[in-house]
């Protein structure tokens, strides 16, 4: 690619043929039946996917007291309920596990299933399901393992805050559990930012590599830092101008809900999931594509538009 092409990279530009997607897609012509299967596909892939001295020395002394004495009773309750808690503990945590595990390969299969109807313009539901099998399956294990990474790497803040939180109680030590309290809050707002990217890039970028490549997830995060390497502030705009698009779907979606609650049925309706979705469904289309054409602007090589990419899939 020539520096003049990658010159003309923006984040404004995709917004245009994104709109004009969602109007291609859903309304030239509309077709009621159209809006349902894709609509499925999009509600699969969005699926499990908000001062005074003397004074504060009596408060502590209080908070101190009262705090105690709800830890002793807690204690006292737990260790007399012992023979119910954790076999009751381990089932909502296998529950919880099995739940993530089912949706997150759900979902898997979905996002493909709706990137192959936004990009070929196609109500399909059987043909991604599938023919993008075995990169569903790579997708999943990604997704897997990065939430236990996350799930992990979550913990240590969580524990550092937690023990701030009992430190702040013995006034020796106060300022200290502060600082630890507000370091594991930025610890913590650091890697929220990390894996926010990280799920960012996967659907918006790497899927459509994916989708492109009849490759494995790895191997099309491998390609697709090559290309961020090379275009870090270009994708870090990317990722700011998408929290401004999020914002503004946010609150539009919000006004329309307030308005919605003027007629009872429309609000019942978005609030059932599925049908939620196909409600929204433009919403959801436009996401998808401005993502596409913005990647589309590195090169043809990652035009998922581009009616050859799907034949290289067969």
Same mark, same amino acid.
């Given at each position: 690619?020539?520096?003049?092409?990658?010159?003309?990279?923006? #984040?404004?530009? /995709?917004?245009?043929?994104?709109?004009?997607?969602? +109007?291609?897609?859903?309304?030239?012509?509309?077709?009621?039946?159209?809006?349902?299967?894709?609509?499925?596909?999009?509600?699969?892939?969005?699926?499990?996917?908000?001062?005074?001295?003397?004074?504060?020395?009596?408060?502590?002394?209080?908070?101190?007291?009262?705090?105690?004495?709800?830890?002793?009773?807690?204690?006292?309750?737990?260790?007399?309920?012992? =023979?119910?808690?954790?076999? $009751?503990?381990?089932?909502?945590?296998?529950?919880?596990?099995?739940?993530?595990?089912? =949706?997150?390969?759900?979902?898997?299969?979905?996002?493909?299933?709706?990137?192959?109807?936004?990009?070929?313009? +196609?109500?399909? %539901? +059987? #043909?991604?399901?599938?023919?993008?099998?075995?990169?569903?399956? &790579?997708?999943?294990?990604? @997704?897997?393992? %990065?939430?236990? %990474?996350? =799930? #992990?790497?979550?913990?240590? /803040?969580?524990?550092?805050?937690?023990?701030?939180?009992?430190?702040?109680?013995?006034?020796?030590?106060?300022?200290?559990?502060?600082?630890?309290?507000?370091?594991?809050?930025?610890?913590?707002? $650091?890697?929220?930012?990390?894996?926010?990217?990280?799920?960012?890039?996967?659907?918006?970028? %790497?899927?459509?590599?994916?989708?492109? @490549?009849?490759?494995?997830?790895?191997?099309?995060? @491998?390609?697709?830092?090559?290309?961020?390497?090379?275009?870090?502030?270009? !994708?870090?705009?990317?990722?700011?101008?998408?929290?401004?698009?999020?914002?503004?779907?946010?609150?539009?979606?919000? !006004?329309?809900?307030?308005?919605?609650?003027?007629?009872?049925?429309?609000?019942?309706?978005?609030?059932? /999931?599925?049908?939620?979705?196909?409600?929204?469904? /433009?919403? =959801? *289309?436009?996401?998808?594509?401005? &993502?596409?054409?913005? *990647?589309?602007?590195?090169?043809?090589?990652?035009?998922?538009?581009?009616?050859?990419?799907?034949?290289?899939?067969?």
């Amino acid at each position: 690619m020539t520096a003049e092409q990658i010159t003309r990279i923006s #984040v404004i530009d /995709p917004l245009g043929p994104a709109f004009e997607r969602v +109007k291609t897609i859903l309304f030239k012509p509309f077709d009621l039946g159209k809006w349902f299967v894709i609509g499925f596909c999009a509600w699969l892939a969005y699926l499990g996917t908000g001062g005074g001295g003397g004074g504060g020395n009596r408060a502590q002394w209080h908070l101190d007291k009262d705090f105690g004495q709800a830890a002793e009773e807690a204690k006292e309750f737990v260790l007399e309920n012992l =023979f119910w808690i954790i076999p $009751v503990g381990v089932m909502v945590l296998l529950v919880i596990v099995v739940l993530w595990i089912l =949706f997150t390969w759900l979902s898997s299969r979905g996002r493909f299933m709706f990137l192959h109807c936004v990009a070929q313009n +196609k109500a399909e %539901v +059987k #043909v991604p399901w599938t023919k993008f099998r075995e990169h569903a399956g &790579s997708l999943f294990l990604f @997704r897997i393992v %990065v939430g236990l %990474v996350a =799930f #992990v790497t979550f913990g240590l /803040p969580c524990l550092m805050a937690a023990f701030s939180l009992f430190a702040i109680l013995s006034e020796p030590t106060f300022v200290l559990a502060v600082l630890g309290l507000v370091a594991a809050g930025l610890v913590f707002i $650091v890697l929220a930012i990390v894996f926010w990217l990280v799920k960012r890039f996967t659907t918006d970028f %790497v899927l459509p590599i994916m989708f492109l @490549r009849t490759t494995c997830c790895v191997t099309a995060w @491998r390609e697709f830092l090559d290309l961020l390497s090379a275009n870090k502030a270009r !994708f870090a705009l990317y990722a700011l101008f998408r929290i401004v698009i999020a914002i503004t779907i946010g609150v539009i979606i919000a !006004f329309g809900f307030c308005i919605g609650c003027c007629l009872c049925c429309v609000s019942v309706l978005l609030l059932i /999931p599925y049908i939620g979705t196909v409600i929204l469904l /433009p919403v =959801f *289309i436009f996401e998808r594509s401005y &993502s596409l054409y913005y *990647i589309r602007q590195y090169g043809r090589q990652l035009d998922v538009f581009n009616l050859q990419a799907e034949t290289t899939l067969q």
